[in-house]
């Protein structure tokens, strides 16, 4: 029999606000244990939440993005359950008025596949602390600097048929809440998490079979190899006349497999019911328009203005939108006269090397435009050779700073005096008389040993086609 694997997704993703969501803590990842706190996000009693007006901005931004609908009276509810990493023994969530429902997100993935997911909804919550095991002292701490750090729940319909269409979900879901914003989705610091509901059925059956749950995923990685297990668990237990159990299930990244950790809670388990503590938001018209006016150039429609504005090829625009901040400095960079074709390259080629080498992002770079577009420059009036460029700029890639002085300094212009490369190539024919003869004889290395040998003489300043044409026209004779 062929089965069918379906796949619904819920995402937690922490918004990238500066103070948690009830409280003025900060939210900064990290810190000594239990440095982030207060009296609110530890759910002291006699203290009262107030929601942080972000957090509400951030949260309809991304509905917006996903084409979702927007909750113009929305609520908070208490969902109630005790665990050690929740000192007020309940979350504050949204059950019955979520802020937004009823999006959806068109995604692409292998050879120009598309389809459209559906969102069923998306809430604001507030994040638990982080129990911290010590296997050595066989003890559990409570660190709860993470309490009251905001999140967004983002909920699909069971929308997805395998690994690949999920990760697709996630990259375009990734690439949207950083293009507004709301979220750096540092998946290693635990800012967007995924729990994966899974079950199977034959192939062309329309009901849903049995599902599963598995917590807590956070690495592309993780998610893709959870999910081919499970299927074919499942699958196994199924042709063996065996039941699926409705229960979540742990993925252990070391055992390659998922182990049941409970049977499955139902709402009615967490005793939601209105949150006292928050008044009932209202949203007006004005506040919605306000915030779809705010709505940055998404990374789509920016690949597509790339390719008919500025003649890039899709390669080019696909790579330099892949960061928001990396598209803001073609953008700049442009906007400063460089050619757009000649920034892209430097920027797919230098910069992405010069980032990657030291394991940065595109937003935590010092490099700034004026720097690039000036590199451009010189090189386009021929002060520059391309090669020293590059070196010029690895100079300035970690501080910034002044190309034309450092140039200046190092007296690194390129030679331009034709005479000179003329007279130096002449030299170099007379130093290497056995070369000469090699070539004359047919044998093509034997130039590439001239140009090298006249570029140095030359200190490598000197534009290599001048080079190349001199010692041309200086054999024939
Ligand atoms: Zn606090």
Redesign the pocket.
């Known amino acids: 029999m062929t089965w069918e694997t379906v796949i619904g997704l819920e995402t937690h993703v922490e918004l990238a606000t500066r103070t948690?969501i009830?409280?003025?803590?900060t939210t900064e990842f990290g810190g000594a244990p239990n440095t982030?706190?207060?009296?609110?996000?530890?759910g002291m009693p006699g203290t009262l939440p107030v929601l942080n007006e972000k957090v509400l901005e951030f949260a309809v931004k991304a509905g917006l993005a996903l084409n979702g609908s927007i909750t113009q009276h929305c609520k908070f509810d208490r969902k109630n359950y005790f665990y050690p990493d929740l000192p007020k023994a309940y979350q504050i969530s949204q059950l019955y008025l979520p802020i937004v429902r009823d999006g959806e997100v068109t995604i692409t993935w292998g050879d120009g596949n598309h389809k459209t997911v559906r969102i069923h909804e998306l809430h604001m919550e507030e994040d638990a602390g982080k129990l911290v095991h010590d296997p050595w002292l066989d003890q559990t701490k409570c660190d709860y600097n993470r309490?009251?750090v905001p999140l967004i729940e983002i909920v699909t319909e069971p929308d997805f048929r395998s690994a690949e269409e999920v990760i697709a979900y996630l990259e375009k879901l990734k690439e949207t809440l950083q293009y507004l914003g709301v979220s750096d989705c540092k998946m290693q610091e635990g800012s967007l998490r995924c729990d994966v509901n899974l079950s199977v059925r034959p192939a062309g059956s329309q009901e849903l079979g049995t599902r599963t749950e598995m917590k807590n995923l956070s690495s592309f990685k993780a998610i893709a190899r959870a999910i081919t297990y499970e299927a074919k668990r499942q699958i196994e237990r199924i042709e063996e006349g065996k039941r699926v159990i409705q229960e979540t299930r742990r993925w252990d990244e070391n055992k390659d497999a998922t182990f049941a950790m409970r049977s499955k809670e139902n709402a009615q388990d967490y005793r939601y019911f209105p949150e006292p503590d928050i008044p009932p938001i209202d949203i007006s018209d004005a506040y919605l328009a306000r915030l779809w006016k705010e709505m940055p150039e998404m990374a789509e429609a920016k690949r597509d203005r790339y390719q008919a504005q500025y003649g890039l090829p899709a390669y080019d625009a696909q790579m330099i939108t892949s960061q928001k901040a990396l598209a803001d400095f073609f953008e700049e960079t442009v906007a400063l006269g460089a050619e757009p074709k000649q920034a892209a390259n430097w920027i797919m080629g230098e910069v992405l090397g010069g980032l990657s080498a030291r394991a940065l992002e595109a937003k935590d770079m010092k490099l700034s435009p004026p720097t690039l577009a000036r590199l451009i420059a010189l090189v386009k009036e021929g002060k520059l050779n391309r090669n020293t460029a590059v070196k010029v700029f690895e100079a300035v890639f970690d501080h910034d700073g002044d190309v034309d002085a450092f140039v200046a300094e190092h007296g690194l212009e390129q030679v331009n005096d034709l005479g000179l490369v003329r007279e130096t190539v002449k030299q170099v024919l007379a130093e290497n008389p056995q070369s000469v003869s090699d070539f004359k004889a047919g044998k093509e290395k034997a130039f590439g040993f001239l140009v090298g040998q006249a570029m140095r003489a030359l200190h490598g300043k000197a534009d290599p086609k001048a080079v190349n044409e001199a010692l041309r026209a200086a054999l024939a004779e």
Request: aromatic letters at 8%.
């Open positions: 948690k009830f409280c003025s803590c982030h706190c207060c009296p609110v996000c530890t309490c009251g």
